[in-house]
């Protein structure tokens, strides 16, 4: 039930997509510094065990005291684990390798589908008035990302434009109707993004063609480019926004960034 005496909360979306490689990480960081640039303030959480998402946010192995993990499975105040990062109103709750234990510890705890949930909307989460808390998931369908589904209003999918990309998405689909039917009814698809787009490359087009025939209004009219600024900004510790602000990357990221404003959540087929 609605808790009519507290604030609505920020909208809580989760970027994911068991396939390894396809632009969920830099699309969290990206799209989180974009929607933090138009004054929203953001909160991603890394949910990777890798921890590409704090590492390409300049958050250093040693400054990660507290993660995700404790998020999860320990009694701990969110001033301790939220971080800010170097983009003003973007914060980050980092991953250590520590989550991929927590994978297998969470099997034997009662709630441990709704860990994530509880802990985002703990009554302390109010005061830091984020509008928008981006999850970035790990390469599979692990409770890991069942915790991150059941949290979220709603799922993003990066879209790799390459051969196959389509192949995996049936299994996406399929868990987050699961999700639906059990955790989490409201669940809806945010929407489909095509990454690392070539359009000189016919293959590219081809993707684009069949997720849209496919999926139709569930895909995104912003494409991100294959752009090399947006893959050498993590090792300078940046979005790519801040990397370099007039790059074609930076700019389809502002761009999805706006059409997911305007966005009411589109219900999945
Ligand atoms: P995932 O989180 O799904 O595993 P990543 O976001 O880490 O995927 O991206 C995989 C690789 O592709 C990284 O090396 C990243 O820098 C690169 N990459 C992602 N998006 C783009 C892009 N638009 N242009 C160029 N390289 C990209
Ligand atoms: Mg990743």
Redesign the pocket.
């Given at each position: 039930m609605p808790d009519p005496t507290r604030p609505e909360g920020p909208k809580i979306i989760t970027v994911a997509?068991q396939?390894?490689?396809?632009?969920?990480?830099?699309?969290?960081i990206n799209l989180g510094a974009a929607l933090a640039e138009t004054g929203a303030r953001v909160l991603i959480v890394d949910l990777?065990p890798q921890g590409?998402a704090s590492t390409g946010l300049g958050i250093e192995a040693e400054a990660r005291t507290f993660t995700a993990y404790d998020l999860l499975l320990d009694e701990i105040s969110l001033d301790d684990v939220i971080q800010p990062t170097g983009v003003d109103h973007l914060s980050i709750i980092p991953a250590t390798v520590d989550l991929s234990s927590a994978d297998i510890e969470l099997i034997s705890n009662e709630k441990r589908s709704f860990l994530l949930h509880d802990a985002l909307r703990q009554p302390a989460m109010d005061a830091y008035e984020f509008e928008y808390i981006l999850i970035?998931c790990p390469?599979s369908l692990n409770l890991l990302t069942i915790n991150a589904m059941v949290a979220a209003h709603s799922i993003l999918v990066?879209l790799q434009s390459e051969f196959f990309a389509l192949e995996g998405l049936s299994q996406l689909m399929l868990t987050i109707r699961e999700i639906r039917q059990t955790a989490n009814p409201a669940l809806r698809i945010e929407g489909v993004v095509l990454?690392?787009?070539d359009a000189r490359n016919n293959l590219s087009t081809q993707v684009e063609q069949d997720a849209r025939d496919n999926l139709g209004d569930l895909v995104f009219k912003t494409r991100?480019?294959?752009?090399?600024r947006?893959?050498e900004a993590?090792s300078y510790a940046m979005s790519v926004l801040s990397y370099d602000p007039l790059s074609k990357?930076a700019q389809?990221y502002r761009d999805l960034a706006q059409e997911l404003m305007q966005n009411s959540a589109r219900i999945a087929a």
């Amino acid at each position: 039930m609605p808790d009519p005496t507290r604030p609505e909360g920020p909208k809580i979306i989760t970027v994911a997509n068991q396939k390894g490689g396809v632009g969920k990480t830099t699309t969290t960081i990206n799209l989180g510094a974009a929607l933090a640039e138009t004054g929203a303030r953001v909160l991603i959480v890394d949910l990777d065990p890798q921890g590409n998402a704090s590492t390409g946010l300049g958050i250093e192995a040693e400054a990660r005291t507290f993660t995700a993990y404790d998020l999860l499975l320990d009694e701990i105040s969110l001033d301790d684990v939220i971080q800010p990062t170097g983009v003003d109103h973007l914060s980050i709750i980092p991953a250590t390798v520590d989550l991929s234990s927590a994978d297998i510890e969470l099997i034997s705890n009662e709630k441990r589908s709704f860990l994530l949930h509880d802990a985002l909307r703990q009554p302390a989460m109010d005061a830091y008035e984020f509008e928008y808390i981006l999850i970035d998931c790990p390469p599979s369908l692990n409770l890991l990302t069942i915790n991150a589904m059941v949290a979220a209003h709603s799922i993003l999918v990066p879209l790799q434009s390459e051969f196959f990309a389509l192949e995996g998405l049936s299994q996406l689909m399929l868990t987050i109707r699961e999700i639906r039917q059990t955790a989490n009814p409201a669940l809806r698809i945010e929407g489909v993004v095509l990454t690392m787009f070539d359009a000189r490359n016919n293959l590219s087009t081809q993707v684009e063609q069949d997720a849209r025939d496919n999926l139709g209004d569930l895909v995104f009219k912003t494409r991100i480019p294959r752009n090399v600024r947006v893959s050498e900004a993590p090792s300078y510790a940046m979005s790519v926004l801040s990397y370099d602000p007039l790059s074609k990357g930076a700019q389809a990221y502002r761009d999805l960034a706006q059409e997911l404003m305007q966005n009411s959540a589109r219900i999945a087929a």
